[in-house]
């Protein structure tokens, strides 16, 4: 869901009915939430690793914690664009996206 949400949106004016936007919020901040904790996790066991003697390699632990930091950044932006009311269409052609492709 990230990808088609995040990736595509951009300020069209266009805008969402508003217990579709209310689902797709919720949605947001779920997604919010799970990436918070999990960048939590990874970073924890990315500090700990010098402490053990883990087999975990640090560039990838390391790979992962930027990816979710990224996405949480995208996360974020979507939400800035629900709070303007310019959430909902294409980055390219600025036509509105169907609601079902934004879940």
Known sequence: MTQAVLATQAPTGQSLEPLDRLGLR??????WRANVENITTLAVRFHSLESDDSIEDPVAIATRLARL????????AAMRRMDVGCYG????CAAPIPYRELT
């Open 26 to 31: 919720d949605q947001l901040q779920d997604l």
């Open 69 to 76: 930091r990224l996405d949480l950044t995208e996360i974020e």
């Open 89 to 92: 269409g294409c980055e390219s």
